[in-house]
C-alpha cells in the first residue's frame, strides 16, 4: 500500500471514528439541557490526540483563510484564525455531524420564539443557502491563548444567516496546559440584571451552546433571552479552542 493511500485509510477511519461517537451522544437529553440553560456538555468527544493534532495547526498558515489579533479589534487579547476551504477532515466531520441533530432544536426554538425562518435537514443545503446571499467565507476557527489572554463576551453572527446553535471545544487539558482561562457565558431575560454561567470543560471536552439567543417559557408564554460567551483571562500556559460555527460569513 502506498503512502498516501495509507495516509487516506487512516483519515476514514478516524472519521468513522468520531462519527460513531457523534451518533451515540444522548441527543434528547442534549436538547433538554439546551432548553432549559442555552448550553449543554458533552465530555470527552475528542482524544487527546485529536486535540493535540488540531491545535498543532494552529502554525500552518496554508489552512487558514485569516488571522485576527484580538487586541487590535477591542476583542480581548490572544488570538484566532478562520480555518480556509475545504476544512480539515475533523472540522467538517464535526460540522456535518452536528448539525441534522441540532436542526430540530433550531427549528422548534426559532417556532416558539416566532422566527419565520427555518433550516433544512442537511448542512450542504445550509450552506448553499449561505453562500447564495453572499456569506461564502468559512467560520470555524481555531483561537490561541498566552498567559493574560482573555475573549470579551461575545456573539458570532456572520450576516443575514445565522444558525442559532454552535459548539465549543476545548483542545488543552485545565491545570497541564493553562490555569485560569474558563469559559463563561451570560444570559440577559427582560428587565432582569445577566445571569452568568461557567462551563468547566476539560480537554476533549464539547460544548453546545445558543449563539445569541433561545426562548424560555415563562408564566405568561414564551419570551426570547440574549446569550453571550468568552473566555476568562488565561493566569499562565497556553489554551488552544475550536469554534465549530455552522453558518458562513459574509
Known amino acids: 500500500m502506498s503512502v498516501p493511500e495509507t495516509a487516506g485509510a487512516a483519515t476514514a477511519a478516524a472519521t468513522a471514528s468520531l462519527e460513531a461517537r457523534i451518533a451515540a451522544v444522548d441527543w434528547p437529553q442534549l436538547a433538554r439541557d439546551l432548553d432549559a440553560q442555552g448550553h449543554a456538555q458533552l465530555e470527552r468527544l475528542l482524544t487527546p490526540a485529536e486535540c493535540r493534532a488540531l491545535a ?7 489552512a487558514f483563510r485569516s488571522r485576527v489579533v484580538m487586541a487590535r479589534h477591542g476583542f480581548g487579547r490572544g488570538e484566532y484564525r478562520y480555518f480556509a476551504h475545504p476544512l480539515p477532515a475533523l472540522v467538517a466531520t464535526l460540522r456535518d455531524g452536528f448539525y441534522p441533530h441540532l436542526v430540530p432544536i433550531a427549528n422548534r426554538w426559532h417556532a416558539v420564539m416566532g422566527v419565520a ?47 442559532p446553535l ?22 440577559q431575560r427582560p428587565r432582569m440584571q445577566s445571569r452568568p454561567m461557567v ?8 460544548a453546545v451552546i445558543a449563539v445569541h439567543e433561545r426562548p424560555v417559557q415563562g408564566t405568561r ?21 475550536a469554534g465549530v460555527i455552522f453558518h458562513d460569513a459574509a
Open 56 to 62: 498543532g495547526l494552529y502554525t500552518d498558515d496554508a
Open 117 to 163: 425562518t427555518r433550516f433544512p435537514p442537511r448542512h450542504a443545503e445550509f450552506i448553499a443557502r449561505c453562500h447564495a446571499a453572499g456569506q461564502t467565507r468559512p467560520t470555524p476557527l481555531l483561537l490561541q491563548y498566552g498567559e493574560g489572554d482573555y475573549n470579551c463576551l461575545h456573539q458570532d453572527l456572520y450576516g443575514e444567516h445565522v444558525f
Open 221 to 241: 408564554g414564551s419570551y426570547r433571552v440574549r446569550l453571550r460567551h468568552g473566555v476568562s483571562r488565561v493566569r499562565a500556559g497556553r489554551r488552544h479552542t
Open 199 to 206: 462551563l468547566p470543560l476539560r480537554q476533549g471536552d464539547a
Open 166 to 187: 454552535q459548539v465549543v471545544l476545548l483542545l488543552s487539558e485545565p491545570g497541564r496546559d493553562f490555569e485560569g482561562g474558563e469559559f463563561v457565558m451570560t444570559e
